[in-house]
């Protein structure tokens, strides 16, 4: 009997299960027994693999590979549960604002000067968003050369735990019919896929205003294959070097909160394996303070070089973000990002409204200006548009050999003219919305559309010098008022950095698995495609420890 072909079989038959029957939920969040702070880890320990980062992609990841071994997830931040600034829509934008080191959110400002944030909690990126569920396009996942029909039942794996239908209320309505009137067309109706139109898509907020996040993708994790450390900060990945054709991650060194070091390594076995998900930033940033990374800019900060990888860190990407205010005359829902147009240009259209938006509308700059002003100005809402891909890049560089500090980054926004002329038609589609009978309800007649465009070019969205005024062009307004919508990515991008299998290419027994491999960012927001690719490349995983 051929067993290789028998075990292959028995794979695949449990990847089938896996997906048609999914994990029962085991324990409850927030009581996981499986969660410790770093402060009661050992000083040495060994699992089959080591998860670096639990965040959007980590969370599932090790969910998914605990079901037939034993894995360790660190995680930086703390968390999610029993803070409401995370938990509840209503305090959307306060978690943004916090800069403590207890913060879930870790504020950066990239080199461009446009200020950002990086999650630092259990969860993730999901913990501090705006919430919005959609999936990839057919055409982003036969490109990013994933198994069709593995991503849809990993995509419905997740959703029925964190992935909900809007209730639309008027203003997010007349966004809606405003697109449809503006030739944003079909009407899609509600809808998780990608498609050409105008759509209301998903949200991992429930009917309740509670937030649902990839921590909580852990109920399906077993329990007794699975450790978790908060707080538990990675300095480095061990490679083992002497007597090997090339370089193999075998373990990593963390501390907690107190300072003290701990060390986790492989156990015996080909399969066992260092996983990164530690964010677009973070993910480089560690390869590069392992010793993975560009030669010169290691040696420069007096790191070791392990391998010479000039790609580390290159092809970041972030997508410009332009924004109008609209104050209203009525009182509006508080509403995040429900309704999107995706446009045949390249723009995606959003909105959110309400007392919380200036949160979600960029930093806390405009959070403090917005908080500010009188009752009556601050009620309205702001529609988006946000550059699809995008096409300029950048790079990161580290700033110290302390894991903690932010890297610098620069996205070089609006690099490329066709990623502005994109952002001036997004720009232009805004106006005819506002412009529309569908919304003359949520406006004042007296605000015309240059003087709502110079209120927000008057605002401190970003550091940036402002140079726009109503008679000059909209390339000008794109440029001056920038702003995140946290989709940044690259760093680690497949075909560079990591093989089709998210393998580091250059070094055994390590990928990285997260938003660093991408080239372009999916659908019109990323979360879904990122906890998606978590449980994917478990399932993937699984199957191959168990075939072979």
């Known amino acids: 009997m051929n067993l290789g072909w028998w075990w292959r079989l028995f794979a695949g038959a449990l990847a089938g299960f896996l997906f048609f029957h999914g994990f029962a939920a085991t324990e409850t969040a927030p009581n996981y027994s499986f969660m410790y702070d770093a402060t009661s880890a050992s000083t040495l320990s060994y699992y089959d693999y080591i998860i670096v980062g639990g965040g959007t992609a980590g969370c599932p990841l090790a969910a998914t590979l605990s079901q037939n071994a034993t894995v360790l997830l660190l995680e930086r931040g703390g968390s999610p549960y029993g803070n409401p600034n995370i938990t509840k829509m209503a305090s959307f934008g306060a978690a943004l604002s916090d800069l403590s080191q207890s913060s879930p959110s870790q504020r950066f400002i990239s080199e461009d000067g446009v200020i950002n944030a990086r999650a630092r909690v259990l969860g993730g990126g999901s913990c501090i968003n705006a919430g919005f569920y959609t999936r990839a396009s057919d055409e982003y996942i036969k ?114 909160t107190t300072g003290a070091k701990h060390k986790a390594y492989l156990k015996q076995g080909s399969k066992n394996e260092i996983i990164v998900s530690a964010g677009a930033l973070g993910s480089p940033q560690l390869l590069m303070l392992s010793g993975v990374g560009p030669a010169q800019h290691l040696k420069s900060h007096d790191i070791t070089v392990v391998l010479d990888h000039p790609l580390v860190g290159q092809g970041m990407s972030d997508n410009p973000m332009n924004a109008v205010f609209i104050p209203s005359p009525l009182p509006v829902e508080v509403s995040l990002i429900q309704v999107v147009g995706i446009t045949h240009f390249g723009s995606y259209i959003e909105a959110a409204s309400g007392e919380n938006f200036a949160g979600g509308a960029s930093s806390s700059p405009a959070v403090e200006y917005m908080n500010n002003l009188d009752e009556t100005t601050f009620r309205g809402g702001f529609i988006l548009e946000k550059v699809m891909g995008p096409i300029s890049t950048g790079h ?153």
């Not at 239908?165 to 019919?177: I, K, M, Y």
């Not at 066709?418 to 529309?436: A, F, N, P, W, Y």
């Not at 949520?442 to 402002?466: C, G």
Request: charged share 20%; glycine share 8%.
């Open 396 to 548: 990161l560089e580290l700033r110290t050999r302390n894991p903690n500090d932010n890297p610098s980054v620069t996205f070089n926004y609006f690099k490329d003219p066709q990623d502005l002329q994109r952002c001036v038609q997004g720009i232009q589609t805004i106006e005819k919305i506002i412009e529309s009978k569908a919304f003359f309800r949520f406006r004042y007649e007296f605000l015309s559309w240059p003087i709502l465009l110079n209120m927000t070019a008057n605002a401190p969205l970003n550091l940036l010098p402002k140079h726009y005024n109503p008679s000059m062009p909209l390339e000008v307004f794109c440029k001056d008022t920038v702003m995140t919508i946290w989709h940044y990515h690259g760093g680690c991008q497949v075909g560079k950095v990591v093989d089709l299998d998210y393998k580091v290419l250059g070094v055994d027994a390590l990928r990285v698995i997260d938003g660093s491999t991408f080239n372009d960012s999916p659908g019109t927001n990323p979360q879904a495609t990122v906890m998606m690719l978590g449980r994917y490349m478990g399932v993937k995983i699984l199957s191959e420890r168990i075939a072979n």
């Open 143 to 256: 490109q990013a050369g994933w198994d069709g029909r593995l991503v849809k039942e990993s995509y419905q794996w997740m959703e029925k735990s964190v992935a909900f239908e809007p209730s639309l209320g008027q203003w997010q309505s007349a966004v809606r019919d405003g697109l449809l009137l503006a030739g944003v067309m079909p009407s899609n109706g509600f809808t998780y896929d990608h498609i050409y139109g105008t759509k209301v898509g998903g949200t991992i907020f429930d009917q309740q205003g509670n937030r649902h996040t990839a921590a909580d993708l852990l109920e399906y994790a077993n329990p007794s294959g699975l450790t978790v450390f908060l707080h538990a900060s990675v300095h480095k990945i061990l490679f083992a070097i002497k007597g090997k054709r090339r370089p193999k991650a075998h373990g990593v060194v963390f501390r907690d």
